[in-house]
């Protein structure tokens, strides 16, 4: 049977309210958002925190909005309620699609955007999904509200910039009009984290790419995404030329890892002919195809 | 710490462990064995029950988490002494086999009837993809759902009769 080691508890009410349990709580207390990573952590004593603070009660966490020319995502924001949510679905499919091929039902329940955000999981697909879309973490601590690039959100594996008392509050995407999205994942069964993702929107305008995120999880990619084959892309021809170009540089740019999801050379691969995919219908997407 | 929770519409009152997870609290405290408790890694879905309605895998819940809420677990489906119709179409399509799978499978089942009343074969699938069964016997499991599905508790006193 595993079991947690013994560990203090206490319920946040509010987002002020979590950060002074944290305060009073000290450096070995962490925040417990869906708890789908932390509590399997704890049980194998990967992690052993002294106290939890819960953040699952907190209204101001929740719930996906949009605000001028961004739409918000409460960091608290279910995974099931992000993949049906209209709104988000309306300015970018991405999510959705993403979504569906997230753990099942049962932990979508319970899973949240901002834990999956903070646990930094390598193979996190919605990770893939906020740097694609160069989203913005807004981050709330003792002194302030800060905002931090998605991009600049992770420091490695497992890892973010959130300072002990610091608690992610929202997720924010900037809303592109002609904008096409699309996520794409090879799995070596239905929910499991992927072999190798890539996730991407475009503009399109006149035939020429106008813009354009690509974001890849599993495989390495720094920041979970390829400023290189962005670069290849922006300003080319909306072509099938133009997107195995850049898709070439994001196999070629990421770092992969062998392990029992398969070789290097295989993940690579897998890279460019996933974000080859994407691209091509986010492509289309955008000229409204 | 002290946890007062509503369980299949009875309100009770334990002392636990902050460490405690909810499926423990139910069998080890509640004494309710109803719910199973399998792969603990929140992968199987044998826990699964519901917390205000919502299906979770209680092995990844703390029991502290549950407080001021309500839980159904697989006892709480039987109503006035009469199965609920998912419980049936198990009975019904031999979807128990080993049994052990089973009450993860009901609760999942009677919340995706309960949301989608006529869910396609596909819907069924996607609905218990978090639900493992080691007899991999996912043919019965569809088809009990389906039966459920097909009898409605509002229709079923007369179908029973008829």
């Known amino acids: ?289 | 710490m002290q946890v007062t929770v509503t369980v299949n519409g009875q309100e009770v009152t334990r002392d636990v462990e902050p460490r405690t997870l909810l499926v423990h609290f139910i069998r080890d405290d509640l004494l309710m064995r109803g719910t199973h408790w399998g792969c603990d890694t929140s992968n199987c879905g044998a826990c699964t029950v519901w917390v205000d309605d919502e299906p979770v895998k209680s092995c990844t819940y703390l029991a502290v988490q549950a407080d001021g809420k309500s839980i159904t677990t697989v006892e709480g489906l039987e109503k006035n002494g009469e199965l609920d119709p998912i419980q049936k179409g198990f009975m019904e399509c031999h979807g128990l086999q080993c049994g052990y799978c089973t009450p993860g499978m009901m609760m999942v089942g009677r919340a995706l009837l309960d949301k989608n009343p006529h869910p396609s074969e596909a819907e069924i699938r996607e609905g218990i993809s978090g639900n493992i069964c080691r007899c991999t016997g996912y043919k019965n499991i569809v088809a009990s759902i389906q039966w459920a599905a097909e009898h409605p508790v509002s229709t079923e006193a007369s179908e029973v009769t008829a």
């Open chain 1, 1 to 289: 049977m595993q079991t947690p080691a013994p560990v203090d508890y206490a319920k946040a009410t509010s987002v002020a309210h979590a950060i002074e349990l944290l305060q009073q709580l000290g450096d070995e207390a962490r925040p417990i958002a869906g708890g789908h990573s932390l509590l399997p952590m704890m049980k194998l004593r990967l992690a052993a925190p002294e106290a939890l603070v819960d953040l699952n009660d907190i209204p101001e966490l929740q719930g996906v909005r949009i605000e001028g020319d961004h739409i918000v995502v409460g960091a608290m924001t279910k995974h099931r309620d992000i993949l049906e949510s209209a709104i988000l679905h309306e300015h970018y499919p991405i999510f959705r699609e993403a979504e569906h091929v997230i753990a099942d039902p049962i932990v979508r329940n319970r899973g949240t955007i901002g834990g999956s955000a903070c646990q930094a999981d390598p193979a996190a697909d919605l990770s893939a999904v906020g740097s694609a879309l160069r989203g913005t973490a807004v981050i709330q601590g003792p002194g302030g509200t800060r905002e931090v690039p998605l991009r600049e959100f992770h420091d490695g594996p497992y890892m973010t910039v959130l300072e002990p008392t610091e608690v992610l509050v929202a997720l924010k995407y900037p809303i592109r009009p002609g904008a096409g999205s699309a996520y794409e994942k090879v799995e070596r069964r239905h929910g499991d984290w992927g072999v190798a993702t890539a996730g991407v929107f475009v503009v399109v305008r006149d035939g020429v790419v106008a813009d354009c995120g690509i974001g890849n999880a599993a495989v390495g990619a720094e920041h979970y995404c390829s400023p290189g084959a962005e670069d290849a892309l922006i300003g080319q021809p909306a072509t099938e030329e133009s997107f195995a170009a850049a898709a070439k540089v994001a196999g070629e740019q990421c770092n992969p890892s062998a392990d029992q999801r398969g070789p290097v050379d295989y993940k690579r691969h897998l890279t460019t002919e996933l974000t080859l995919r994407a691209l091509r219908r986010a492509a289309a997407a955008s000229q409204g195809a």
